[in-house]
């Protein structure tokens, strides 16, 4: 690969990462390559830092120290194709929009206010829902759907742009059982169809065995990183450095 060539063989390239807020450290010196596509999730116990980091890889969180490339470019600069579901977006359920717009709103770049979607841009969105097994909702009321339905929608806004990777931050935190295991399979079928990286934070490992690549566990001021699927969930954090109490 030369140097002018803009194509990055990794998703996230982190160096000896620090992220803090003021005097408190999030963690530090973390060091991590994460291949693009795969599937790698996020865990670690709540108040971590796993949200922080997702900040941090959309350009929000600014770096204390060290490096972060985001498919090769600075943290922000690969926004346009990223598509990301954030923490906690169910907590708003007295939402009027319709399923349509709200994943059409992922396909026009989020442009919120007065926007006349045109004919292709609609098209798209229904192809989202399409892909997500949810073209029945189109014309429903989000505050009418089931977490299990939101979280499909949310999927849909965030792949109707075609992003290059796609970031979830606690996609089963309000799920059932059932919704939990039906969106680990969707993101298995977009993984396989679209061939793109996926993000997953999950405070546990548990229904993500079968579907990650790989892991990034914070704890403790440490972000280590396992390409070793023996190590994922054990919480072995060994082989890293510096960092760390
Ligand atoms: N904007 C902020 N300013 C100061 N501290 C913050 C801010 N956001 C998060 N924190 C703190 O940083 C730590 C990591 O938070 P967060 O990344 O949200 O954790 P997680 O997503 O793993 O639950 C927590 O101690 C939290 O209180
Ligand atoms: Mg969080």
Not at 209 to 214: A, G, I
């Amino acid at each position: 690969m030369t140097k002018n060539d803009k194509l990055s063989p990794y998703a996230l390239d982190a160096s000896k990462l620090t992220l803090r807020y003021g005097d408190h450290v999030v963690f530090q010196n973390a060091s991590f390559h994460v291949h693009q596509q795969e599937i790698v999730s996020i865990t670690g116990p709540n108040g971590s830092g796993k949200t922080t980091l997702i900040n941090a890889i959309l350009g929000e969180k600014a770096i204390d120290s060290g490096t972060l490339e985001v498919l090769g470019k600075k943290p922000g600069d690969a926004n346009a194709v990223l598509g990301y579901v954030s923490q906690n977006y169910t907590e708003n359920n007295s939402e009027v929009i319709s399923v349509i717009d709200m994943v059409t709103l992922g396909v026009n770049g989020n442009r919120y206010g007065l926007h006349f979607t045109n004919a292709s841009e609609k098209a798209d969105a229904m192809l989202a829902l399409k892909r997500v097994n949810a073209v029945n909702l189109a014309h429903k009321r989000m505050s009418t759907l089931s977490g299990g339905q939101r979280q499909r929608v949310q999927i849909a806004q965030a792949i109707a742009s075609k992003p290059k990777m796609l970031i979830l931050d606690e996609p089963f935190a309000n799920l059932d059982i059932k919704s939990t295991v039906e969106i680990g399979a969707l993101l298995k079928t977009i993984h396989a169809k679209y061939n793109i990286t996926i993000i997953i934070v999950a405070h546990i490992m548990e229904h993500l065995r079968n579907l990650v690549t790989s892991q990034i566990h914070i704890e403790n001021e440490v972000a280590a990183y396992f390409e070793d699927a023996e190590l994922m969930g054990t919480h072995k954090v060994q082989n890293v450095e510096g960092g760390g109490k």
